[in-house]
């Protein structure tokens, strides 16, 4: 069943169910009050009646002369008296019947109201027992006709079913309508979607022209976001599969090459077997990233938590990567505080040589590195400048996303340290899961800065010497 159906069935039930609770309220409240109105022109009568009749020394019943017909036209009188109950006076229905109205066994001996229906009338009847010294002398019976009120209350019901029924409709119109209208961007959502799933084609947004700031509007705005990230999500890992797919071919034409030379060779050649070796390293280290990024994505990468002292941490770095950087760049610390933080030191560690191969990598030669490790405020400020080719303005926002490496570095084909784009997004989130953050400024051609803030770890008292290595 469609939405649009349930919601209009709901309406058009809800609306009639409190229509018809409230006529039945209005119908009981009309009810009760018409037999009241009943209750008190028999009483009335009554009392007027009982005040004309006297009782003669012999203990009878005396009707006396001043007794006339009731102006209570409505309220039909009979008095009956003796043990025979012999008809002393009666007027209106009563002249029509033989003598008393039947009612219940007893309920002659008593005061009582009672409903009844002869010939067609529908009566209120009040008796009330006439009694003197103790003595019954008569019965006084007076009837109230209900049919008036009868036909006044089946009235009000037509009304009260009709007004349920028309208003339902109206309901069930009203909700049916408005409810096209209203869920309208809906179906075009879910048409969209068919549309992207038929065709392939993630670019296709819902439009939002004439859609109200509502719910619906908010829901198409989220719908659209998420094909806009999901686009962006499935553009990445094209490139990256166009990317791994270039980057796998070169080693392996190399490896494919070199075998094939030493087959013709007919012997084990150390160039060709050097060549293999680190076109394998490569692959090697290009699987253990991409299984890195895969347990970090899926939170299966453990971080073992400890205390880390981040100056010996970024000495042992600078000695590595001074290797690296061979004569080719100038590696330098300007300054280093001693600082201790919470932390696991592998992780930091792959950090450091990422972001410092990254320096060295994209700094030609006699560029300069520097690296500064600070207290600033409550935090430890790693620093890694260089004098490289820095990141292009367009390319900065999305640094450390996956797989992302900007233009220049993707075209260095088959160069033996070209990365895969996983080196800063692995490192921001390791950084990340300290509690600390990480920031990039850069300028094309003159060279670029990244920052790492750590949490200091408490009670870590501030050290000042300043020293240069070089
Ligand atoms: P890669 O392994 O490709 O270096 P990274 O995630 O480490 O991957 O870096 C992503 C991209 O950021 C690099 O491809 C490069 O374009 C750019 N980049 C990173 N560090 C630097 C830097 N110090 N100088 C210039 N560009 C850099």
């Known amino acids: ?91 209106g229905f009563f002249l029509g019947v033989e003598g008393l109205l039947p009612l219940p066994n007893g309920l002659l001996e008593q005061q009582v109201f009672a409903d009844t229906s002869i010939q067609g009338e529908h009566l209120r009847i009040l008796n009330v027992p006439l009694q003197a010294g103790g003595r019954r ?147 090697t280290r290009l699987v253990g990233n991409l299984l890195l990024e895969a347990q970090a994505e899926s939170g299966q990468l453990p971080l073992h938590f400890g205390i880390v002292e981040l100056d010996t941490l970024l000495l042992e770095v600078f000695k590595e990567m001074r290797v690296l950087a061979r004569d080719r760049v100038h590696l330098k610390i300007t300054e280093i505080d001693q600082v201790l933080v919470r932390g696991d030191r592998d992780r930091l560690e792959q950090v450091l040589i990422n972001l410092v191969s990254n320096a060295i990598k994209y700094t030609p030669e006699g560029g300069d590195v520097f690296l500064s490790l600070t207290k600033v405020g409550d935090k430890a400020r790693l620093l890694i400048r260089d004098t490289g080719v820095g990141i292009p303005k367009k390319d900065l926002p999305h640094i450390f996303e996956r797989f992302y490496r900007a233009e220049k570095s993707r075209h260095r084909s088959g160069a033996e340290d070209s990365g895969f784009g996983l080196g800063l997004s692995i490192s921001k989130w390791i950084v990340v899961r300290h509690g600390g953050h990480i920031e990039v400024d850069s300028i094309e051609g003159q060279g670029t800065t990244f920052l790492i803030y750590l949490p200091l770890l408490e009670g870590t008292k501030q050290e000042p010497p300043k020293q240069e290595w070089e």
């Open 1 to 91: 069943m469609s939405l649009r159906l349930r919601l209009t069935l709901l309406y058009s039930a809800l609306t009639g169910g409190i229509l018809l609770v409230f006529g039945m309220l209005i119908f009981g409240l009309v009810s009760i009050l018409l037999i009241d109105q009943a209750d008190r022109a028999l009483l009335n009568a009554a009392f007027e009646t009982i005040g004309r009749l006297r009782v003669n020394p012999d203990g009878e019943l005396v009707l006396l002369e001043l007794l006339r017909p009731s102006p209570m036209t409505e309220v039909s009188v009979l008095i009956v008296a003796g043990e025979q109950r012999k008809v002393e006076y009666r007027t």
């Open 137 to 283: 002398i008569g019965i006084l019976q007076l009837a109230y006709s209900l049919n008036q009120a009868d036909a006044f209350r089946s009235t009000l019901f037509q009304i009260i079913v009709l007004t349920a029924v028309g208003s339902v409709i109206t309901a069930a119109a009203a909700s049916w309508l408005s409810l096209d209208r209203a869920l309208a961007p809906l179906a075009a959502a879910t048409k969209t979607a068919l549309q992207i799933v038929r065709a392939d084609d993630l670019a296709r947004r819902v439009p939002l022209q004439g859609i109200a700031d509502d719910e619906i509007g908010q829901l198409v705005t989220a719908f659209n976001e998420t094909l806009e990230r999901l686009e962006q999500i499935f553009n990445m890992q094209q490139r990256f599969l166009a990317d791994v797919s270039h980057e796998l071919r070169t080693p392996l034409t190399v490896i494919k090459a070199n075998v094939a030379l030493m087959r013709r060779m007919g012997r084990l050649d150390p160039e060709s077997l050097a060549s293999i070796e680190e076109e394998a390293d490569r692959l």
